[in-house]
C-alpha cells in the first residue's frame, strides 16, 4: 500500500514514510560549513543585537543613576 502510495505522489518511499528527503540533509550540511561573516550574522540575528543592547544599556543606566 505505501509503495502505491510512493508512485502515487512520485516521492520515495524513505520520504513518503520519513517526511525528509536525503537531498535536504546533504543541503543543510553544506551550508552549515560555510563561514559567516559580521554583516550576515548581523542581518540573520538582528534581534539578538537588539536584545544585548537593551541588557547593557539598561545595565549601565543602572549602573551610573
Do not use: H, P
Request: some cysteine; aromatic content about 10%; hydrophobic content about 50%.
Amino acid at each position: 500500500m505505501l509503495n502505491q502510495l510512493a508512485k502515487l505522489f512520485e516521492v520515495s518511499l524513505d520520504q513518503l514514510v520519513n517526511g525528509e528527503d536525503d537531498n535536504e540533509v546533504k543541503r543543510v550540511e553544506v551550508s552549515s560549513s560555510e563561514s559567516m561573516n559580521c554583516w550576515e550574522f548581523a542581518s540573520q540575528k538582528w534581534w539578538l543585537i537588539i536584545i544585548i543592547l537593551l541588557i547593557i544599556g539598561g545595565t549601565l543606566s543602572q549602573i551610573f543613576s
